[in-house]
């Protein structure tokens, strides 16, 4: 069975300030992905990013980055010079390739609410 | 505009009283999926379909049915909803394998 554990149930920066949301995964599949989405007050799913398993490299895109590491089992989310509209609930999820019950399957963790103050 | 809309956005109904949730997509995507978020659970997949007349269960299906008539619609019906199905729903889509799920609005259901 798959999990995805978000430590971080609320974090609260001041704008400006880098702030890293932390995923930690469990899966036993070799072949697996890892999403991050977000949601805003308005209560849509954003989606932000999707990484393969075999594929570690970090990204970056704008003032976001992602840190993969699979001998850690993490996947940590880093928002550089944080704003008041990067308020919003962000979640990890885990998706494995492979058949069998509840196939295609989101497994997700608990969410951050992440609260950047002006 | 690629899209998966849900309707209706928000509702208030009383326990017992069937009601159904409809979800399409745009896309021509195989994958659609309902799940259910509740606070300090994230979200958890009640039903899922791979293709038209093709569905299996989720995590929590206890309480829901869904049907696949057509490959762009995928409707959740709760025959007799009862309290603790309260929750924000959502639908999503997807191509099939590893491919990223894209979810619609959401929908906001109390069971009263």
């Known amino acids: 069975a798959q999990k995805v554990t978000q430590a971080q149930t609320e974090i609260s920066v001041v704008e400006k300030e880098d702030v890293t949301l932390d995923c930690v995964y469990e899966t036993r599949d070799t072949t697996y992905y890892l999403f991050w989405y977000k949601q805003p007050p308005s209560g849509e799913l954003v989606f932000l990013i999707r990484?393969?398993?075999?594929?570690?490299q970090n990204e970056i895109s704008g003032r976001y980055s992602w840190n993969f590491q699979k001998s850690t089992s993490s996947f940590n989310f880093t928002i550089t010079a944080s704003q008041v509209v990067d308020s919003a609930v962000y979640f990890c999820?885990?998706?494995?390739?492979?058949?069998?019950?509840?196939?295609?399957?989101?497994?997700f963790g608990q969410g951050t609410i992440l609260t950047v103050h002006p | 505009e690629a899209q998966v809309t849900q309707n209706p956005r928000y509702l208030i109904t009383v326990t017992g009283k069937k009601l159904t949730v409809t979800c399409s997509q745009n896309m021509n995507h195989e994958y659609m999926s309902w799940y259910r978020q509740d606070p300090g659970l994230g979200l958890r997949q009640i039903y899922y379909s791979m293709n038209v007349e093709v569905t299996d269960k989720g995590d929590v299906p206890e309480g829901y049915k869904v049907s696949r008539k057509e490959k762009r619609n995928f409707p959740l019906i709760l025959e007799s909803p009862s309290p603790n199905q309260t929750s924000l729903y959502f639908c999503?889509?997807?191509?099939?394998?590893?491919?990223?799920?894209?979810f619609g609005p959401g929908t906001r259901l109390l069971v009263l």
């Open positions: 999820a885990l998706k494995v390739d492979a058949g069998g019950t509840s196939y295609g399957k989101l497994t």
């Open positions: 999503a889509s997807s191509r099939l394998g590893g491919f990223t799920q894209y």
């Open positions: 990484r393969n398993s075999f594929d570690e």
